[in-house]
């Protein structure tokens, strides 16, 4: 009987928060028709996972004058061209894109662990401002697992500004606390236990401005020795969608360098990112390079 009552006062406790949210953003919460197809498959077979993102910092506008960040010695460099399709995935985000959902499949090594596949419905709100700059629109997520069984059903919403900063989890899962739902800061140990970035970081422009990060880091490192070797190909597909590859690869590990190979899909006819995965280097000669994250 004392369960009964824990897990009614539980279930109250979550659709009290919902509410309070949905008050504040009721657009989070509008059903919206989703029927599971086929999972997202790459070149090479499997699933392959996704979730996207870039620095836990307010929304703001990157800039986007290359010349800014080049030196004159860089305009030959390999990385120059796949920094600029990754130029223009943002750009494209920040003048077409409002809101979007998709379909996210996510995996990433955390604690020298490679986890499982993750299986999530996500809806994105992206940042507005006025004229004067001024946000009128809130950076905005919602959450839905749908899988593996340990996670199906947990449900994740931030929108930010609101709730003192805070995100709001339900559990979710199979165990007996499934129903039990935290109010939590992005960024704290909790909600970062099993992942390598913030919620903050999720969504399509993050992911983009996350390979531009990253992108500029590795220019700066690789700018006198020049060891890194970029391809780009045509004729990839992501669910049946055509895309352009971008391969880099540093073929000697570096401590000042985050991967050994990286490859970032972009859609060939709405130039957005749609897929990332990056590896470190192989333990030792022969050996595949482990994969360290990889996003859908």
Known sequence: MLKNYQRIARSL???????????????????????????AATPGGGPEGARAGAGGEPRRAYKLDLR?????????????????????????????????????????RVSGKLKSHEYMFLKVRQP???????????????????GPKSLQGREILYVEGQNNGELLARN??????????????????????????????????????????????SLQADRQRRECEVQIREGAKIDGRDCRVIQVRFPVQREELRFHLARIFVDQKLPLPLRYESYGWPAANGQPPPLREEYT
């Open 172 to 217: 979710g899962g199979t165990g007996n606390l499934q129903d039990v739902t935290l109010s939590l800061s992005p960024d704290s140990p909790r909600a970062m236990r099993d992942y390598r970035y913030p919620l903050t970081e999720i969504g399509i422009r993050m992911m983009g401005q996350r390979l531009l990060e990253v992108g500029y880091e």
């Open 68 to 108: 800014e960040r080049f030196l004159p010695e860089d305009r030959d460099h390999p990385l120059v061209p796949a920094l600029q399709i990754a130029h223009e995935s943002i750009r494209y985000v920040d003048q077409h894109v409002r809101d979007y959902t998709c379909r996210l499949v996510a995996r990433e």
């Open 128 to 146: 507005q401002t006025d004229a004067n700059h001024k946000l009128t629109v809130p950076f905005s997520v919602y959450i839905n697992f749908l």
């Open 13 to 39: 406790t979550w659709r009290m928060l919902a509410l309070r949210m949905l008050a504040l953003c009721p657009w989070c919460f509008i059903a919206g028709s989703w029927i599971p197809g086929s999972w």
